[in-house]
Protein backbone atom coordinates (compact mmCIF):
# COMPACT_ATOMS: atom_id res chain seq x y z
CA UNK A 1 0.00 0.00 0.00
CA UNK A 2 1.19 3.51 -1.23
CA UNK A 3 -0.05 5.90 1.86
CA UNK A 4 0.24 9.12 -0.41
CA UNK A 5 -1.06 7.49 -3.38
CA UNK A 6 -3.87 6.24 -1.26
CA UNK A 7 -4.64 9.98 0.20
CA UNK A 8 -4.57 11.42 -3.75
CA UNK A 9 -6.86 9.37 -4.99
CA UNK A 10 -9.13 9.67 -1.59
CA UNK A 11 -9.37 13.45 -2.02
CA UNK A 12 -10.03 12.67 -6.26
CA UNK A 13 -13.16 10.94 -5.29
CA UNK A 14 -14.41 12.82 -2.43
CA UNK A 15 -14.37 15.89 -4.66
CA UNK A 16 -16.59 13.92 -7.28
CA UNK A 17 -20.23 14.69 -6.49
CA UNK A 18 -22.24 11.34 -5.87
CA UNK A 19 -25.33 11.52 -4.10
CA UNK A 20 -27.61 8.22 -3.91
CA UNK A 21 -28.67 7.71 -7.58
CA UNK A 22 -26.69 10.08 -9.03
CA UNK A 23 -23.10 8.26 -8.51
CA UNK A 24 -22.42 7.47 -11.92
CA UNK A 25 -19.73 9.87 -12.51
CA UNK A 26 -17.78 8.33 -9.48
CA UNK A 27 -18.52 5.41 -11.04
CA UNK A 28 -16.97 6.41 -14.48
CA UNK A 29 -13.73 7.44 -12.77
CA UNK A 30 -13.50 4.19 -10.95
CA UNK A 31 -14.07 2.55 -13.89
CA UNK A 32 -11.00 3.54 -15.06
CA UNK A 33 -9.20 2.84 -11.63
CA UNK A 34 -10.39 -0.40 -11.34
CA UNK A 35 -9.00 -1.13 -15.19
CA UNK A 36 -5.60 0.69 -14.45
CA UNK A 37 -5.40 -1.51 -11.34
CA UNK A 38 -5.11 -4.67 -13.22
CA UNK A 39 -8.67 -5.81 -12.24
CA UNK A 40 -10.03 -8.39 -14.31
CA UNK A 41 -13.88 -8.14 -15.42
CA UNK A 42 -14.58 -4.97 -14.50
CA UNK A 43 -18.12 -4.42 -15.64
CA UNK A 44 -21.27 -2.41 -14.26
CA UNK A 45 -24.60 -3.93 -13.34
CA UNK A 46 -27.98 -2.11 -14.12
CA UNK A 47 -28.18 -0.21 -11.00
CA UNK A 48 -24.89 0.84 -11.73
CA UNK A 49 -22.43 -1.29 -9.08
CA UNK A 50 -19.06 -1.50 -9.85
CA UNK A 51 -17.01 -4.92 -9.97
CA UNK A 52 -13.88 -6.36 -10.78
CA UNK A 53 -12.07 -9.44 -10.03
CA UNK A 54 -8.81 -10.70 -8.49
CA UNK A 55 -7.86 -13.87 -9.80
CA UNK A 56 -7.44 -16.60 -6.81
CA UNK A 57 -7.26 -20.13 -6.37
CA UNK A 58 -10.26 -22.60 -5.28
CA UNK A 59 -11.92 -21.42 -2.43
CA UNK A 60 -15.27 -19.76 -2.88
CA UNK A 61 -14.81 -16.11 -3.88
CA UNK A 62 -14.84 -13.35 -1.16
CA UNK A 63 -16.43 -10.23 -1.44
CA UNK A 64 -15.02 -6.96 -0.31
CA UNK A 65 -17.19 -3.83 -0.97
CA UNK A 66 -17.19 0.36 -0.31
CA UNK A 67 -20.64 2.51 -1.03
CA UNK A 68 -20.46 5.06 -4.03
CA UNK A 69 -23.06 7.44 -2.82
CA UNK A 70 -22.93 10.27 -0.56
CA UNK A 71 -25.57 12.30 1.69
CA UNK A 72 -24.13 15.30 0.08
CA UNK A 73 -25.78 17.12 -3.01
CA UNK A 74 -24.53 17.96 -6.54
CA UNK A 75 -24.28 21.91 -5.39
CA UNK A 76 -22.63 21.32 -1.90
CA UNK A 77 -19.22 22.49 -2.32
CA UNK A 78 -16.35 19.53 -1.77
CA UNK A 79 -13.55 21.49 -1.33
CA UNK A 80 -11.13 19.27 1.10
CA UNK A 81 -8.25 20.73 3.44
CA UNK A 82 -5.40 18.66 4.04
CA UNK A 83 -3.16 19.16 7.48
CA UNK A 84 -0.43 16.89 8.51
CA UNK A 85 -2.84 14.98 10.80
CA UNK A 86 -6.06 15.02 9.06
CA UNK A 87 -7.89 15.27 5.76
CA UNK A 88 -11.73 17.68 6.14
CA UNK A 89 -14.04 17.19 3.95
CA UNK A 90 -17.52 16.34 3.26
CA UNK A 91 -18.00 12.51 2.71
CA UNK A 92 -14.34 11.82 3.08
CA UNK A 93 -14.69 9.23 5.21
CA UNK A 94 -18.22 8.22 4.57
CA UNK A 95 -17.33 6.73 1.78
CA UNK A 96 -14.33 8.46 -0.42
CA UNK A 97 -11.18 6.60 1.48
CA UNK A 98 -12.93 2.91 1.47
CA UNK A 99 -13.39 3.80 -2.04
CA UNK A 100 -9.81 4.74 -2.86
CA UNK A 101 -9.05 1.18 -0.59
CA UNK A 102 -10.73 -0.99 -3.15
CA UNK A 103 -7.93 0.43 -5.61
CA UNK A 104 -5.08 -0.13 -3.45
CA UNK A 105 -6.30 -3.66 -2.48
CA UNK A 106 -6.87 -4.28 -5.64
CA UNK A 107 -2.81 -3.84 -6.46
CA UNK A 108 -1.93 -5.42 -3.17
CA UNK A 109 -3.96 -8.34 -3.77
CA UNK A 110 -3.29 -8.54 -7.24
CA UNK A 111 0.62 -9.43 -5.85
CA UNK A 112 -0.55 -12.17 -3.72
CA UNK A 113 -1.73 -14.71 -5.08
CA UNK A 114 -5.24 -15.27 -2.92
CA UNK A 115 -6.58 -18.87 -1.90
CA UNK A 116 -9.95 -17.69 -3.58
CA UNK A 117 -11.41 -15.06 -6.04
CA UNK A 118 -11.42 -11.67 -4.77
CA UNK A 119 -14.41 -9.29 -6.38
CA UNK A 120 -13.64 -5.88 -5.46
CA UNK A 121 -17.37 -3.80 -5.40
CA UNK A 122 -18.60 0.01 -5.47
CA UNK A 123 -22.10 -0.37 -4.91
CA UNK A 124 -24.66 2.38 -4.80
CA UNK A 125 -27.49 3.36 -3.61
CA UNK A 126 -26.47 2.99 0.53
CA UNK A 127 -27.38 6.29 1.56
CA UNK A 128 -30.80 7.67 2.60
CA UNK A 129 -33.52 6.54 0.36
CA UNK A 130 -31.64 4.44 -1.39
CA UNK A 131 -32.64 1.39 0.74
CA UNK A 132 -29.32 -0.71 0.20
CA UNK A 133 -30.68 -1.16 -3.15
CA UNK A 134 -26.81 -1.59 -4.71
CA UNK A 135 -26.29 -4.25 -2.22
CA UNK A 136 -29.33 -6.26 -2.23
CA UNK A 137 -28.49 -7.19 -6.18
CA UNK A 138 -24.50 -7.62 -5.27
CA UNK A 139 -25.94 -10.08 -3.08
CA UNK A 140 -28.63 -11.49 -5.52
CA UNK A 141 -25.49 -11.52 -8.09
CA UNK A 142 -23.02 -13.83 -6.01
CA UNK A 143 -25.60 -15.08 -3.18
CA UNK A 144 -24.53 -17.98 -0.61
CA UNK A 145 -21.25 -18.96 -2.34
CA UNK A 146 -18.84 -17.04 -1.00
CA UNK A 147 -16.17 -17.26 1.75
CA UNK A 148 -17.75 -13.77 3.06
CA UNK A 149 -19.27 -10.21 2.30
CA UNK A 150 -16.58 -7.31 3.67
CA UNK A 151 -18.42 -4.34 4.03
CA UNK A 152 -15.69 -1.35 4.19
CA UNK A 153 -16.37 2.20 5.73
CA UNK A 154 -13.54 4.89 6.24
CA UNK A 155 -14.21 5.33 9.42
CA UNK A 156 -15.18 3.57 13.08
CA UNK A 157 -11.59 1.63 12.75
CA UNK A 158 -12.24 -1.04 15.87
CA UNK A 159 -15.75 -1.14 15.39
CA UNK A 160 -16.66 -4.18 13.97
CA UNK A 161 -20.71 -4.48 12.70
CA UNK A 162 -21.85 -7.65 13.00
CA UNK A 163 -25.01 -6.96 13.34
CA UNK A 164 -27.64 -5.33 10.77
CA UNK A 165 -29.76 -2.61 12.92
CA UNK A 166 -33.29 -2.59 11.32
CA UNK A 167 -34.76 0.66 10.27
CA UNK A 168 -37.85 1.72 8.49
CA UNK A 169 -38.11 5.23 6.73
CA UNK A 170 -41.97 6.77 6.04
CA UNK A 171 -42.99 9.58 4.41
CA UNK A 172 -46.02 12.34 6.31
CA UNK A 173 -47.86 14.10 3.97
CA UNK A 174 -50.65 16.64 4.85
CA UNK A 175 -52.46 18.44 2.44
CA UNK A 176 -55.49 20.96 2.79
CA UNK A 177 -57.16 23.68 0.64
CA UNK A 178 -54.78 26.22 1.27
CA UNK A 179 -55.25 29.96 0.56
CA UNK A 180 -54.15 33.60 0.86
CA UNK A 181 -52.50 34.49 4.61
CA UNK A 182 -55.06 37.45 4.91
CA UNK A 183 -58.11 36.38 3.26
CA UNK A 184 -58.46 32.95 4.31
CA UNK A 185 -57.60 32.95 7.51
CA UNK A 186 -59.10 30.52 9.71
CA UNK A 187 -58.46 27.66 6.63
CA UNK A 188 -56.53 24.95 7.96
CA UNK A 189 -52.39 25.07 7.19
CA UNK A 190 -50.85 21.66 5.77
CA UNK A 191 -47.78 23.42 7.53
CA UNK A 192 -49.01 24.06 10.86
CA UNK A 193 -50.80 20.78 11.13
CA UNK A 194 -47.31 18.82 9.81
CA UNK A 195 -45.37 20.63 12.84
CA UNK A 196 -47.79 20.11 15.29
CA UNK A 197 -47.67 16.22 14.59
CA UNK A 198 -44.01 16.68 14.49
CA UNK A 199 -43.62 17.77 18.17
CA UNK A 200 -45.93 15.35 19.33
CA UNK A 201 -43.90 12.28 17.24
CA UNK A 202 -40.33 13.84 19.37
CA UNK A 203 -42.40 13.27 22.76
CA UNK A 204 -43.06 9.71 22.24
CA UNK A 205 -40.56 8.20 25.17
CA UNK A 206 -38.05 5.40 23.20
CA UNK A 207 -36.50 2.66 25.14
CA UNK A 208 -33.28 2.96 25.73
CA UNK A 209 -32.73 -1.04 26.08
CA UNK A 210 -33.14 -1.99 23.40
CA UNK A 211 -31.82 1.22 22.08
CA UNK A 212 -34.20 2.46 20.14
CA UNK A 213 -34.22 6.16 18.12
CA UNK A 214 -36.67 8.09 16.06
CA UNK A 215 -34.99 11.37 13.72
CA UNK A 216 -37.16 13.62 11.67
CA UNK A 217 -34.42 14.33 8.69
CA UNK A 218 -36.51 16.59 6.51
CA UNK A 219 -39.64 18.63 6.69
CA UNK A 220 -40.56 21.19 3.82
CA UNK A 221 -43.50 22.29 2.76
CA UNK A 222 -45.94 25.87 1.88
CA UNK A 223 -45.78 28.34 -1.07
CA UNK A 224 -45.19 31.66 0.02
CA UNK A 225 -44.68 33.30 3.39
CA UNK A 226 -48.20 34.65 2.71
CA UNK A 227 -49.89 31.63 1.79
CA UNK A 228 -52.01 28.88 4.58
CA UNK A 229 -49.67 26.04 2.92
CA UNK A 230 -51.72 23.29 1.27
CA UNK A 231 -49.15 20.57 1.07
CA UNK A 232 -46.18 20.09 3.46
CA UNK A 233 -44.38 16.37 3.83
CA UNK A 234 -41.61 15.04 6.71
CA UNK A 235 -39.29 11.75 6.49
CA UNK A 236 -39.13 10.12 9.38
CA UNK A 237 -36.20 7.79 10.25
CA UNK A 238 -36.77 5.22 13.33
CA UNK A 239 -34.52 2.17 14.54
CA UNK A 240 -34.19 -0.48 17.07
CA UNK A 241 -32.26 -3.22 18.13
CA UNK A 242 -35.74 -4.62 18.64
CA UNK A 243 -37.88 -5.69 15.54
CA UNK A 244 -40.57 -6.14 17.75
CA UNK A 245 -40.44 -2.82 19.24
CA UNK A 246 -39.70 -0.84 16.20
CA UNK A 247 -43.17 -2.28 14.93
CA UNK A 248 -44.63 -1.53 18.21
CA UNK A 249 -43.40 2.32 17.70
CA UNK A 250 -44.96 1.95 14.29
CA UNK A 251 -48.09 1.15 15.61
CA UNK A 252 -47.60 3.88 18.20
CA UNK A 253 -47.01 6.77 15.21
CA UNK A 254 -50.20 5.54 13.20
CA UNK A 255 -52.33 6.02 15.87
CA UNK A 256 -50.78 9.38 16.73
CA UNK A 257 -51.25 10.29 13.14
CA UNK A 258 -55.19 9.32 12.99
CA UNK A 259 -55.70 11.49 15.84
CA UNK A 260 -53.79 14.61 14.55
CA UNK A 261 -56.34 14.49 11.41
CA UNK A 262 -58.70 16.82 11.32
CA UNK A 263 -61.69 18.36 8.87
CA UNK A 264 -60.39 19.94 5.52
CA UNK A 265 -56.97 18.02 6.36
CA UNK A 266 -55.52 14.65 4.34
CA UNK A 267 -52.31 12.66 6.44
CA UNK A 268 -50.55 10.01 4.04
CA UNK A 269 -48.04 8.06 5.83
CA UNK A 270 -45.94 6.02 3.51
CA UNK A 271 -43.26 3.34 4.19
CA UNK A 272 -40.38 4.79 1.82
CA UNK A 273 -37.49 2.60 2.92
CA UNK A 274 -36.84 -0.59 4.93
CA UNK A 275 -33.51 -2.12 6.16
CA UNK A 276 -33.18 -5.56 7.27
CA UNK A 277 -32.02 -7.06 10.46
CA UNK A 278 -29.81 -9.72 10.94
CA UNK A 279 -26.87 -11.50 13.32
CA UNK A 280 -23.91 -12.99 13.25
CA UNK A 281 -22.97 -14.45 16.56
CA UNK A 282 -19.75 -12.51 18.56
CA UNK A 283 -18.03 -15.89 18.28
CA UNK A 284 -18.18 -16.70 14.93
CA UNK A 285 -15.00 -17.00 13.22
CA UNK A 286 -15.23 -14.25 10.69
CA UNK A 287 -15.99 -11.53 13.66
CA UNK A 288 -13.00 -13.76 15.93
CA UNK A 289 -10.72 -12.80 12.84
CA UNK A 290 -11.58 -9.31 12.58
CA UNK A 291 -10.71 -9.17 16.19
CA UNK A 292 -7.76 -10.77 15.68
CA UNK A 293 -6.42 -8.66 12.66
CA UNK A 294 -7.30 -5.18 14.34
CA UNK A 295 -5.69 -6.74 17.31
CA UNK A 296 -2.33 -7.71 15.90
CA UNK A 297 -2.05 -4.44 13.81
CA UNK A 298 -2.05 -2.62 16.99
CA UNK A 299 -6.04 -1.50 17.65
CA UNK A 300 -6.44 -2.22 21.59
CA UNK A 301 -10.03 -1.48 21.55
CA UNK A 302 -11.73 -3.74 19.38
CA UNK A 303 -16.30 -3.43 20.01
CA UNK A 304 -18.54 -5.17 18.20
CA UNK A 305 -21.33 -3.52 17.01
CA UNK A 306 -25.13 -2.86 15.70
CA UNK A 307 -25.48 -0.79 12.51
CA UNK A 308 -27.14 0.10 9.19
CA UNK A 309 -24.80 -1.11 6.90
CA UNK A 310 -24.47 -2.89 3.49
CA UNK A 311 -23.42 -5.79 5.64
CA UNK A 312 -26.83 -5.76 6.59
CA UNK A 313 -28.26 -7.68 3.52
CA UNK A 314 -26.18 -10.57 3.62
CA UNK A 315 -26.66 -10.97 7.09
CA UNK A 316 -30.45 -10.86 6.79
CA UNK A 317 -29.93 -13.86 4.40
CA UNK A 318 -27.74 -16.02 6.76
CA UNK A 319 -24.26 -15.30 4.96
CA UNK A 320 -21.36 -14.33 7.13
CA UNK A 321 -20.82 -10.68 6.94
CA UNK A 322 -19.04 -7.95 9.09
CA UNK A 323 -18.34 -4.13 7.82
CA UNK A 324 -15.27 -2.61 9.08
CA UNK A 325 -14.05 1.15 9.48
CA UNK A 326 -10.51 1.63 7.56
CA UNK A 327 -9.36 4.72 9.85
CA UNK A 328 -10.58 6.94 12.91
CA UNK A 329 -12.69 10.31 12.44
CA UNK A 330 -15.85 12.29 12.72
CA UNK A 331 -18.70 15.12 12.23
CA UNK A 332 -19.80 12.60 9.94
CA UNK A 333 -22.63 13.68 7.24
CA UNK A 334 -21.20 17.54 7.89
CA UNK A 335 -19.33 19.88 5.84
CA UNK A 336 -16.88 19.55 8.27
CA UNK A 337 -16.32 15.62 8.04
CA UNK A 338 -12.72 14.62 8.37
CA UNK A 339 -10.45 10.95 8.69
CA UNK A 340 -7.18 10.60 10.63
CA UNK A 341 -4.34 10.08 8.83
CA UNK A 342 -1.83 8.20 11.03
CA UNK A 343 -4.73 5.60 11.83
CA UNK A 344 -4.83 4.44 7.62
CA UNK A 345 -2.06 2.00 7.73
CA UNK A 346 -3.50 0.11 10.63
CA UNK A 347 -6.88 -0.26 9.54
CA UNK A 348 -5.84 -1.18 6.08
CA UNK A 349 -3.28 -3.79 7.12
CA UNK A 350 -5.92 -5.34 9.71
CA UNK A 351 -8.77 -5.69 6.25
CA UNK A 352 -5.74 -6.85 4.03
CA UNK A 353 -5.17 -9.80 6.89
CA UNK A 354 -8.48 -10.42 7.59
CA UNK A 355 -9.36 -11.39 3.36
CA UNK A 356 -6.03 -13.56 3.34
CA UNK A 357 -8.15 -15.23 6.43
CA UNK A 358 -11.79 -15.27 5.56
CA UNK A 359 -10.83 -17.83 2.76
CA UNK A 360 -9.97 -20.34 5.90
CA UNK A 361 -13.89 -19.54 6.75
CA UNK A 362 -16.05 -21.08 3.78
CA UNK A 363 -18.74 -22.89 5.16
CA UNK A 364 -18.93 -21.59 8.61
CA UNK A 365 -22.53 -20.43 8.77
Not at 272 to 283: E, I, M, T, Y
Amino acid sequence: MDLERWIQRTLRVQSIPAPTFGEAERADFLHSEFEAAGLLRVEQDELGNLYGRVAGGHRPPLVVSAHLDSVFSTVTDLRHRRSHTRLTGPGIGDNAVALAALVELAVDLSNRQPAGDVWVVANVCEEGLGNLRGMREVVSRFGKEVSAYLVLEGMSLGHIYHRGLPVRRYRIKTRTRGGHSWIHTGRPSALHNLLRLGADLLQIALPQDPRTTLNIGTMQGGRSVNSIADEATLELDIRSESNRTLEELETQIREMIERSKAEAVEVRFDLVGSRPGGNLPADHPLVLAASDSLRRNGERERLLESGSTDASIPLSRGIPAICMGLTKGGEAHTLNEYIEIRPMRRGYQSVLELIEASFALDGVG
